[in-house]
């Protein structure tokens, strides 16, 4: 099974910037859908960004214009690049995919996950 392990988190303030990364243990060129999903305490998991083939993307109303996702098999990695952000955007970050072919890549369709990430963003 693909394991999955996220880096870039940290603590910065609003208005900042931090480029979010997903290094899987296999080529991702095999893993159609990939994406990233936050978690703040008190709250429920919600989903951030997806991608399917590689191109196909979609963002939450909240970060759609900050928030950036994108793939590079060569390096097997997924990145999320984020922008402007908020106070609110302060969360455990995770990265996940779902494991063989997948046709949609809505929230429900992830089955790996790695072990996070912490975002802090200071007002």
């Known amino acids: 099974q693909v394991q999955l392990v996220e880096s870039g988190g940290g603590s910065v303030q609003a208005g900042g910037s931090l480029r979010l990364s997903c290094t899987a243990s296999r080529n991702t060129a095999s893993i159609n859908c990939m994406g990233w999903f936050r978690q703040a305490p008190g709250k429920e998991r919600e989903g951030v960004a997806s991608?399917?083939?590689?191109?196909?993307?979609s963002y939450a109303d909240s970060v759609k214009g900050r928030f950036t996702i994108s793939k590079d098999n060569a390096r097997n990695t997924m990145y999320l690049q984020m922008s402007s952000l908020k106070p609110e955007d302060t969360a455990m970050y995770y990265c996940?995919?779902?494991?063989?072919?997948?046709?949609?890549?809505?929230?429900?369709?992830?089955?790996?996950w790695g072990q996070g990430t912490q975002v802090t963003v200071s007002s």
């Open positions: 996940a995919a779902r494991s063989g072919w997948a046709r949609i890549c809505n929230d429900d369709a992830f089955t790996i």
């Open positions: 991608i399917l083939n590689g191109r196909i993307t």
